[in-house]
T-cell receptor, first 111, second 115 residues
Framework: GQSLEQPSEVTAVEGAIVQINCTYQ??????LSWYQQHDGGAPTFLSY????GLEETGRFSSFLSRSDSYGYLLLQELQMKDSASYFC????????????FGDGTTLTVKP | SAVISQKPSRDICQRGTSLTIQCQVD?????MFWYRQQPGQSLTLIAT?????????ESGFVIDKFPISRPNLTFSTLTVSNMSPEDSSIYLC????????????FGQGTRLTVV
């Protein structure tokens, strides 16, 4: 089976940096993805790590340690619009559409 | 990239009836996926819709309850059959343009309420 753990809620202020951790247990692993979902919206892709290390995309970075079954999403220079749910997801297949998702972390950014 | 359109966006249905959800992708994709998401909760993979062959279902989901069609490389339907209030959820269609793509795209979802 597969399970992912991430914090249920995180609160931070505008301009700050926040890190959302994700640990996973899987029977198969192609990589770790991160998705953002605003209330009532579709999940949108943020980042993907197949190998150990840090991937940087603008204000968002993602890290993976395969030996520790651990990853994190780092959000810098937080903005109010970053308030959303963030999901880590283990990719189960060569196709990126097939994933097991964590329960999500609700990020609240305060002024 | 890929743009995925789903319809209906929401529906309220009577228990015992069935609802078919349509998913259209603006480009050809090998595989399409159907997820279920309870509001405020995680996404759970229901099945993989394969073009030209039967869908592949995840543990806990069966074809009689969630029949899926995939008539071509841009379109799929998911039917929720003999609905009960426990089927109330958001149903999401997903696709990735090709196996080398790192990003999956999602439709806006269909919010289903069964009364």
């Amino acid at each position: 089976g597969q399970s992912l753990e991430q914090p249920s809620e995180v609160t931070a202020v505008e301009g700050a940096i926040v890190q959302i951790n994700c640990t996973y247990q899987t029977s198969g692993f192609y990589g770790l993805s991160w998705y953002q979902q605003h209330d009532g919206g579709a999940p949108t892709f943020l980042s993907y790590n197949a190998l150990d290390g840090l991937e940087e995309t603008g204000r968002f970075s993602s890290f993976l340690s395969r030996s520790d079954s651990y990853g994190y999403l780092l959000l810098q220079e937080l903005q109010m619009k970053d308030s959303a749910s963030y999901f880590c997801a283990v990719r189960k297949d060569t196709n990126a559409g097939k994933s097991t998702f964590g329960d999500g972390t609700t990020l609240t950014v305060k002024p | 990239s890929a743009v995925i359109s789903q319809k209906p966006s929401r529906d309220i249905c009577q228990r015992g009836t069935s609802l078919t959800i349509q998913c259209q992708v603006d480009s050809q994709v090998t595989m399409m996926f159907w997820y279920r998401q309870q509001p405020g909760q995680s996404l759970t993979l229901i099945a993989t819709a394969n073009q030209g062959s039967e869908a592949t279902y995840e543990s806990g989901f069966v074809i009689d309850k969630f029949p899926i069609s995939r008539p071509n490389l841009t379109f799929s339907t998911l039917t929720v059959s003999n609905m009960s209030p426990e089927d109330s959820s958001i149903y999401l269609c997903s696709a990735a343009p090709d196996s080398m793509n790192t990003e999956a795209f999602f439709g806006q979802g269909t919010r289903l309420t069964v009364v």
